[in-house]
């Protein structure tokens, strides 16, 4: 059977032991130590309890790293990507509604053709004046 060869670990798959993840974002490992305390990464843990940052841990850290130099506290940061965070979900399911929406008015539209050739010489109906519509 011929060798596989490795292939590159995902952006999700923790790799980077904490050294090297302090150096790839220019934080001290403590300061590293302190973000995984305060909940703001999660990075893998290994059998033995040590830390395993993926790429996206790292890029995480770079955004902390970020608004904490501007000034922002811990807390602060926290909700700031929380907030982020579910800006992105709202977007999709914006993006998801939106497509649903169109579905069925492609589909609405089909019917009221399907309809309209079938019965091409019924008069339209028109509510009489004064009549209550039941929609409002």
Same mark, same amino acid.
């Given at each position: 059977m011929p060798r596989?060869? &490795?292939r590159a670990p995902? &952006?999700?798959t923790p790799v980077y032991v904490i050294s090297v993840a /302090?150096? +790839?974002t220019g934080l001290h490992p403590q300061t590293l130590r302190q973000y995984d305390r305060a909940g703001l990464v999660s990075p893998g843990r290994t059998g033995g309890g040590g830390r395993r940052y993926s790429l996206n841990d790292i890029e995480a850290l770079r955004v902390v790293a970020e608004l904490t130099a501007t000034g922002i506290g811990l807390e602060g940061v926290r909700r700031i990507i929380d907030l982020e965070n579910q800006v992105i979900a709202l977007r999709a399911r914006n993006a998801e509604l939106l497509e649903r929406a169109r579905a069925l008015q492609s589909a609405l539209d089909q019917t009221a053709a399907a309809l309209d050739a079938r019965r091409p010489? +019924? &008069?339209a109906l028109r509510p009489r004046t004064g /009549?209550?519509?039941p929609f409002g």
């Amino acid at each position: 059977m011929p060798r596989q060869s &490795p292939r590159a670990p995902g &952006p999700s798959t923790p790799v980077y032991v904490i050294s090297v993840a /302090a150096e +790839l974002t220019g934080l001290h490992p403590q300061t590293l130590r302190q973000y995984d305390r305060a909940g703001l990464v999660s990075p893998g843990r290994t059998g033995g309890g040590g830390r395993r940052y993926s790429l996206n841990d790292i890029e995480a850290l770079r955004v902390v790293a970020e608004l904490t130099a501007t000034g922002i506290g811990l807390e602060g940061v926290r909700r700031i990507i929380d907030l982020e965070n579910q800006v992105i979900a709202l977007r999709a399911r914006n993006a998801e509604l939106l497509e649903r929406a169109r579905a069925l008015q492609s589909a609405l539209d089909q019917t009221a053709a399907a309809l309209d050739a079938r019965r091409p010489n +019924l &008069p339209a109906l028109r509510p009489r004046t004064g /009549a209550i519509h039941p929609f409002g």
